[in-house]
T-cell receptor, first 114, second 108 residues
């Protein structure tokens, strides 16, 4: 069954701690995205990657880091520099670099601060 | 920010009624897409309309696009309780940009 898998579903971060959110896809998609969603709001782009070993900052990249060592995987690290990390994080992918196709989304990770 | 605006922010209707939500954007686009999100879940693609199209239908969904006004609308006809969700427009230039969303409640 093809799709995008995000884990964990819930994650708690302590003060000063870095945490990593996992995103894996078996759709053979080139482009992958990370979005942040705050309650009652739309999605804001954190980082995106159009090809392995390359990624670009989105609108709100400060305090986050990513890697794209494999086509299937695009993990997001929320660093201690992100002072307000509590949010719902969504990973997505699309088959073409150009934005002419739909996005496929994972089921999300809810990150909270302890 | 290139985030789009949607209105209304929230909409509550009776089952069987039609629901209309609107999206406005500021940039030139390749296409405009609508997505649905159930509470605490990821988004699911509903329909895509290209910049050279004016109207598109898919089942109970009807989407219109007016590029001169930089706006789009999504109409859900004969709504059902299962349509209760948040709906987001996404417009695409060099990236995907999302609207602020409309929360739809369909009362049985």
């Amino acid at each position: 069954d093809g799709g995008i898998t995000q884990s964990p579903k819930y994650l708690f971060r302590k003060e000063g701690q870095n945490v990593t959110l996992s995103c894996e896809q078996n759709l053979n998609h080139d482009a992958m995205y990370w979005y942040r969603q705050d309650p009652g709001q739309g999605l804001r782009l954190i980082y995106y990657s159009q090809i392995v070993n390359d990624f670009q900052k989105g609108d709100i990249a400060e305090g986050y880091s990513v890697s794209r060592e494999k086509k299937e995987s695009f993990p997001l690290t929320v660093t201690s520099a992100q002072k307000n990390p509590t949010a719902f994080y969504l990973c997505a992918s699309t088959g073409q670099v150009a934005t002419n196709e739909k996005l496929f989304f994972g089921s999300g990770t809810q990150l909270s601060v302890l | 920010s290139q985030q789009g605006e949607e209105d209304p922010q929230a909409l509550s209707i009776q089952e069987g009624e039609n629901a209309t939500m609107n999206c406005s954007y500021k940039t030139s686009i390749n296409n405009l897409q609508w997505y649905r999100q159930n509470s605490g879940r990821g988004l699911v693609h509903l329909i895509l309309i290209r910049s050279n199209e004016r109207e598109k239908h898919s089942g109970r969904l009807r989407v219109t696009l007016d590029t001169s006004k930089k706006s789009s609308s999504l109409l859900i006809t004969a709504s059902r309780a299962a349509d209760t969700a948040s709906y987001f427009c996404a417009f695409t230039g060099n990236q995907f940009y999302f609207g602020t969303g409309t929360s739809l409640t369909v009362i049985p």
